[in-house]
């Protein structure tokens, strides 16, 4: 276990490196923040200043190695648009972003093992072919679209919740039931899928022989070896919306870390995307981390 | 939309065998009802995509601004209406025809980009195996570890956002999918026995590899790739309704879902039929995969063949 910790570490680490990297310098080919940020009437001599402000006079491997060097005291450098520490920045919204996906990934993982655990159990039936339609339509639908419709039909026709923003507890519905969506389509099939599996395997025939009752069946015996295909999908999902919701994000005026994303690298502010990449992909390594052990946990064979 | 039986079926080499395989191909899609008007509805799609601007392409550009945000179900102004009109009175049924080909163009070219060389790779790493696998498996643990879409959000952003380049993007971002499966599938297939017997008989690599391993794996990635299909037009219709996918005069789906976005209030059309678009194209392709995945696979093949009991 620990070996597979190690290992994962470093190759992690070594595919973060290229990332920073990369987007270093990819981004700073975007173009020149002083064009941005000083107005158009702005004499050489003030563009000169800024540049000189922000250090982006000197040649881009200088400019790279001051920020990596900076980065080994844990200095992220400051964010342009903000005039704030960067990470400041980051953290702020990777927090909102952090919340939203563990209450949508919560209640998806609950209502997918319910429904999908069912489906499987009448295999075949009405309920069985309701959730497969359900899931597929669910699977197919783009997120962006969704969103709109539900703004249209929900807050701007019902008026039952607010269009965008943060603030109530109403603001967080929209948002959540369309990222709920698409991770529910997939995961109910793959919960179905691996309970049909477990159904038809023999520890279920020797309970059902014992007469045990249906419930138990399910719940006991076969959703715990079940769960590890499924766990793997979550985690999937999970860091897909850890990597910013960016539509959703920006649709509803969320201020997560998917639509400071989008706005930092449009708005050329360097230091926030990388600050940005850099959290989000410690935070997905942790989630595999936790994945891994909850596999380790649930299935006795892979602890080692 | 008529115009589907044009389609042209890719060329196969021995025409006489071919027929009785289409035929059986075609009784087995009946079996399954969904798949099949999952196909007949992809058929549209690729109909339009191939006649549709040389059809209605002057439909589509021309304004006309009595019909601005006309309503649909309004036959008054005619047929080419009837799903209302745009923010410059252009005729949404005509657009959506016409955006179909950029729409499908773009993920077609990306999903055969991404499958050609993920495939090709998959085939060096597993059979080579060794060294070289070794570096082919990092460098997909390395794009997998991107987070795609801000990828795709830089070069689009540095490079112009032109067909091409989205076509790329998207390639490239989709290869690790073929890799890996590709891979896996290789490492169990050269194992089996008809593989072993080919090496002792003495064919070259690239006759084992072409001849008698590919063949095998290639249901599983052709089943893959019509779901991947799907992801890759999502992303697409994300990326060009951020603003950074393709830009006007030239239409997507997801473009125009994007441009209806400011009318929603007062003229909720014009977003919702673009969308509409891209759903039943994406479940299309969902249902016809599950279907390959039964249809492609020898052991599973009886369930539709012998027609089942639900349609008996």
New interface residues.
């Given amino acids: 276990m620990q070996r597979m910790i190690g290992k994962r570490a470093v190759s992690s680490l070594i595919s973060l490196v290229g990332l920073v990297v990369l987007v270093f310098f990819l981004s700073r080919l975007t173009g020149d923040p002083a064009a941005l940020y000083l107005p158009i009437d702005a004499s050489e001599e003030m563009r000169q200043n800024f540049r000189e402000i922000h250090g982006l006079n000197d040649p881009l491997l200088v400019q790279f190695g001051r920020y990596i060097g900076d980065l080994a005291v844990l200095d992220f450098g400051e964010s342009i648009r903000k005039a704030r520490p960067a990470i400041e920045v980051v953290l702020e919204g990777f927090a909102w972003t952090l919340q939203l996906a563990l209450i949508t990934m919560t209640l998806v993982t609950l209502a997918a093992v319910v429904l999908g655990s069912l489906a499987a159990f009448r295999v075949g039936s009405l309920f069985d072919r309701l959730a497969s339609m359900l899931s597929l339509i669910g699977a197919s639908a783009p997120d962006f679209w969704i969103a709109i419709v539900a703004i249209v039909v929900f807050s701007v026709g019902l008026g039952w919740v607010p269009t965008s923003g943060t603030g109530t507890v109403w603001h967080w519905i929209l948002p959540i039931a369309v990222l709920f969506i698409r991770p529910f389509g997939l995961i109910v099939q793959v919960v179905r899928g691996a309970m049909l599996t477990a159904l038809g395997s023999a520890y279920v025939k020797t309970a059902r022989a014992k007469g045990v009752r249906n419930r138990p069946i399910i719940f006991v015996h076969t959703l715990r070896n079940a769960m590890l295909p499924v766990i793997t999908v979550i985690g999937d999902q999970a860091a897909a919306l850890l990597n910013g919701a960016v539509v959703v994000e920006t649709i509803f005026g969320f201020p997560g870390v998917g639509k400071l994303m989008i706005d930092s690298i449009l708005q050329r502010d360097f230091n926030v995307i990388l600050a940005a990449i850099m959290v989000t992909a410690l935070a997905i390594f942790v989630m595999n981390l936790l994945i891994d052990i909850a596999y380790a946990l649930l299935d006795p064979r892979i602890r080692t | 939309m008529s115009d589907t039986t044009t389609v042209p079926v890719p060329p196969k080499p021995a025409a006489m065998r071919e027929r009785p395989a289409l035929l059986r191909l075609a009784s087995m899609l009946w079996a399954d009802k969904f798949a099949f008007a999952a196909a007949l509805l992809l058929l549209a799609m690729i109909g339009c995509a191939l006649v549709g601007p040389w059809l209605m392409g002057d439909a589509a550009g021309g304004q006309n601004l009595r019909a601005r945000n006309a309503p649909p179900f309004d036959l008054s102004r005619g047929w080419l209406y009837v799903l209302g009109g745009d923010a410059l009175g252009r005729p949404l049924l005509a657009r959506i025809v016409v955006a179909a080909q950029n729409t499908l163009l773009i993920a077609a070219g990306a999903v055969a980009c991404s499958m050609i060389i993920g495939t090709t790779l998959g085939l060096v790493a597993g059979y080579r195996g060794g060294w070289t696998g070794e570096v082919i498996m990092?460098l997909a643990?390395?794009i997998m570890?991107?987070?795609s879409?801000?990828l795709a959000?830089?070069?689009l952003?540095?490079l112009a956002p032109s067909v091409a380049n989205l076509v790329l993007v998207l390639a490239i971002t989709r290869i690790p999918i073929y890799l890996r499966t590709t891979r896996a599938e290789v490492l169990e297939v050269r194992e089996r026995m008809f593989v072993q017997a080919a090496i002792v008989m003495g064919a070259s690599t690239p006759r084992i590899v072409f001849r008698h391993i590919l063949p095998v794996i290639l249901p599983t990635l052709l089943t893959i790739a019509t779901l991947d299909f799907?992801f890759v037009m999502?992303a697409e219709?994300?990326l060009s309704?951020?603003g950074i996918g393709i830009q006007a005069p030239e239409i997507t789906w997801?473009l125009m879902?994007?441009q209806g976005?400011q009318y929603?209030?007062s003229a909720?059309w014009l977003?919702?039929w673009p969308?509409l678009a891209?759903?039943l194209t994406?479940?299309s392709?969902?249902?016809l995969s599950g279907w390959m995945r039964v249809a492609l696979d020898p052991t599973q093949r009886w369930r539709l063949e012998i027609g089942g009991k639900r349609n008996g």
Avoid: E
Wanted: hydrophobic letters at 65%; aromatic letters at 14%.
């Fill in positions: 990092r643990d390395v570890s991107f987070p879409l801000l959000v830089i070069v952003y540095m799907a999502l219709s994300a309704f951020l997801g879902v994007s976005r929603l209030t909720w977003a919702f969308g891209i759903i994406t479940m392709l969902n249902l």
